[in-house]
């Protein structure tokens, strides 16, 4: 496939992304003018642009007024979690299984490791972390072998890292904290610990997200 995108493709790729990494947050109202300006190209593109993402959930349009960015639903974060570690769960207990799998995964893990730590270490850039954070996860969910569940998986990814986006924007700082608790993750499917990963990677998410106890805001 040419890597030579529409204007309308480039369009509907740079306003996604300003979504996905909440430098358009939930509730914000833009126009097709501004996003038109920004990218130096004219409307139409743009207005096939907000469609698409008016269709994919992602914007709410209002004729002459803009596009509302919908914002995270009630109940969305605690849906995806939930989601989330039933995948992950299951991948990590039938990982823990295979020696040779986890040793693979293990690898892949540090390896993503020393680039959180790496991005930390130079100033923490959210939008980069969100990708980071979410590249961590779905190598425990690709490492599990079932290629139904990987592709469940990846239909989460970008509500994933909107959530993680919004949850940094709200605290920083907690990018050191979630680096630790990451490593801890590696470390427990190192040692197999199947059980102990299920437990720490709940509380993680929850507090991540700011769900309260049983999942709830």
Known sequence: M????????????????????????GGELISE??????????????????????????????PKRGALIVPIAEGEAEHIVDARLLVEVHAV??????????????????????????????GGDPVRYSILDADFHRALVHAGGNPLLETFYDGLRERQRRM?????????????????????????VEAGDAAGFAAAVRLHMREVHALGEGGRR
Do not use: C
Not at 2 to 24: F, N, Q
Not at 164 to 172: G, K, V
């Open 2 to 25: 040419s890597k030579l995108y529409s204007v309308s493709e480039l369009a509907y790729r740079e306003v996604k992304e300003l979504i996905l990494s909440g430098e358009l947050p």
């Open 33 to 62: 003018g501004e996003i038109a300006t920004r990218m130096g190209s004219s409307r139409t593109p743009v207005r096939e642009a907000f469609l698409r993402l008016e269709a994919e959930g992602w914007m709410r349009l209002y």
């Open 93 to 122: 207990e039938a990982v823990t299984a295979n020696p040779r799998g986890r040793d693979v995964l293990v690898a892949t893990l540090r390896e993503n490791l020393a680039e959180q730590r790496r991005l930390v270490e130079s």
């Open 164 to 188: 993680t986006a919004n949850s940094l924007a709200r605290d920083p700082e907690q990018i050191t904290k979630i680096v630790e608790d990451h490593i801890r993750l590696a470390d427990l």
